[in-house]
């Protein structure tokens, strides 16, 4: 696309009535673009339509009209969470009609660099750690994307003198052109979201994006350990510098002594106990010595997942020009993310954690190897197609019963067969999301002992039931306060 004030008199069209879509369609408007907005949804579901109105911008809801898109279209910017399936979008791309979302339009119109964090897992968590760390070395840093505000909200905003840094899933960067951002940050890719790339191979050509744009003077940061991201590294266009918890680097952020790769059937190492005797380490280049930010187990946030994350952001905010001394108390307060790892309660012995952001397998197992107790794990959710195999070795080794809820209960059921896991109980829908969680806190309970921990951690994503992972997470807890 080109900058948004070139579209002057010019038909937009803007699918999706989420924050997101309301503020892309403020900014064209007030640039004097000729913009209507689109969603499924009815009027009575569709609140920000009014608003919209008010400003002179025509609404329609409650379904697509055939004549949406038109050959003299000039842009249409989509909801991300929209398939390239839906009608419009099938039509803009017959007319060839450029088909963006909200990422691009905001980093056409930002002032300020942008650091870009995509991965399967450790976004959010990631995301929000860097902007703390900004915060604490006084480089005014604005949060958003996926989290937070929308960018085109802040993107106006903010100055050249401060950072936008942006949480981009998969979704948001498959609808970019041009978009690169200073820092790009890409953390691990696992199997997830194929229902909507179609395959593996669209869902890493679309988180790859985030790379394609950037020139000599910009910076990726990449996970060393692994082998999907590590590739990518010599594709980049810009200055690579790496992370890694398993090996030690000639450049970048990493683990002295590394960590051990755990194998399958091995017991899991205490969290505590293997931090303890390790540092933080970071090397700007390979031909200056590598110095100790601080001791690991000082981190904030447990586990070896959260290490990782705590690493990349370092090297984040490193190569943003942060003074090394000003992290090290951030990252000793940090405690994490609501809905991710999160400490609930404890009742008779019994410890409960919240993990409703982990919605694939591989944020599952890496939750459960951060916990030392026996687990009672809740699990199931939306059916994505995977047929969750990998998590067979955790639940043989580190899984002592399983309650299997939503549409994947019985895909659950089948590998803790396999695992030999004799401790599962499966919950039948019930008269809504809440009585179905309630149920499966119940019965986690009962299958726990004092010392054992319960642990919402579904695999999956949570739309079968629950408007979004953070609804799934906040009734856990609900049920948990009041069993």
């Given at each position: 696309?080109?900058?948004?004030?070139?579209?002057?008199?010019?038909?937009?069209?803007?699918?999706?009535?989420?924050?997101?879509?309301?503020?892309?369609?403020?900014?064209?408007?007030?640039?004097?673009?000729?913009?209507?907005?689109?969603?499924?949804?009815?009027?009575?579901?569709?609140?920000?339509?009014?608003?919209?109105?008010?400003?002179?911008?025509?609404?329609?809801?409650?379904?697509h009209p055939d004549d949406l898109v038109q050959a003299d279209t000039a842009l249409l910017v989509k909801n991300p969470g929209i398939p390239y399936s839906a009608p419009p979008i099938v039509r803009?791309?017959?007319?060839?009609?450029?088909?963006?979302?909200?990422?691009?339009?905001?980093?056409?119109?930002?002032?300020?660099?942008?650091?870009?964090?995509?991965?399967?897992?450790?976004?959010?968590?990631?995301?929000?750690?860097?902007?703390?760390?900004?915060?604490?070395?006084?480089?005014?840093?604005?949060?958003?994307?996926?989290?937070?505000?929308?960018?085109c909200e802040i993107a106006r905003e903010v100055t050249k003198d401060q950072w936008i840094v942006a949480e981009l899933s998969s979704f948001q960067l498959k609808g970019t052109a041009k978009f690169a951002p200073k820092i790009a940050l890409i953390l691990n890719i696992a199997e997830t979201h194929l229902d909507y790339h179609g395959d593996l191979q669209d869902y890493i050509r679309s988180k790859a994006k985030?790379?394609?744009?950037?020139?000599?003077?910009?910076?990726a940061i990449l996970n060393w350990d692994d082998p999907v991201t590590r590739e990518m590294i010599t594709h980049c266009r810009g200055i690579s510098f790496p992370f890694s918890i398993y090996e030690t680097l000639e450049k970048g952020v990493y683990v002295d002594p590394p960590y051990e790769p755990i194998q399958a059937g091995e017991p899991l190492p205490d969290a505590a106990e293997e931090a303890a005797a390790r540092h933080i380490m970071y090397r700007m280049s390979s031909d200056v010595e590598p110095k100790s930010l601080m001791p690991l187990h000082m981190l904030g946030i447990p586990g070896r997942h959260n290490a990782a994350n705590a690493l990349a952001a370092i090297a984040a905010c490193l190569m943003a020009g942060a003074a090394p001394e000003a992290l090290v108390k951030p990252l000793e307060l940090f405690r994490g993310v609501e809905h991710r790892l999160e400490f609930v309660s404890e009742a008779n012995g019994i410890t409960f954690y919240n993990d409703s952001k982990a919605t694939n397998a591989t944020a599952t197992i890496m939750s459960i190897r951060s916990l030392s107790a026996p687990i009672v794990l809740i699990a199931g959710g939306l059916d994505r197609g995977s047929d969750y195999a990998e998590l067979e070795p955790i639940f043989r080794d580190r899984v002592k019963g399983l309650v299997a809820l939503g549409e994947t209960r019985s895909k659950l059921e089948a590998v803790a067969s396999q695992a030999g896991l004799e401790e599962v109980r499966l919950v039948e829908p019930k008269a809504s999301a809440e009585e179905t969680l309630d149920e499966a806190v119940k019965l986690a309970a009962q299958l726990a002992v004092e010392g054992d921990i319960v642990l919402l951690s579904p695999a999956c994503a949570s739309w079968d039931m629950f408007s979004s992972y953070e609804q799934r997470g906040s009734m856990f807890k609900k049920s948990v306060h009041t069993l």
């Open positions: 696309m080109n900058h948004p004030s070139q579209y002057i008199n010019k038909k937009i069209v803007v699918l999706g009535l989420a924050r997101s879509g309301v503020s892309v369609a403020k900014l064209f408007h007030q640039l004097g673009a000729i913009v209507t907005v689109n969603d499924r949804k009815t009027r009575e579901q569709s609140p920000e339509a009014a608003e919209l109105e008010a400003l002179g911008i025509e609404v329609i809801c409650g379904y803009a791309q017959q007319l060839n009609v450029e088909i963006i979302t909200e990422v691009e339009v905001a980093y056409w119109v930002s002032q300020a660099p942008i650091i870009g964090i995509t991965g399967s897992n450790g976004k959010t968590t990631t995301t929000t750690l860097i902007g703390k760390l900004l915060e604490a070395a006084r480089l005014q840093p604005v949060v958003g994307g996926n989290i937070g505000l929308p960018l985030i790379l394609d744009n950037q020139n000599k003077d910009d910076v």
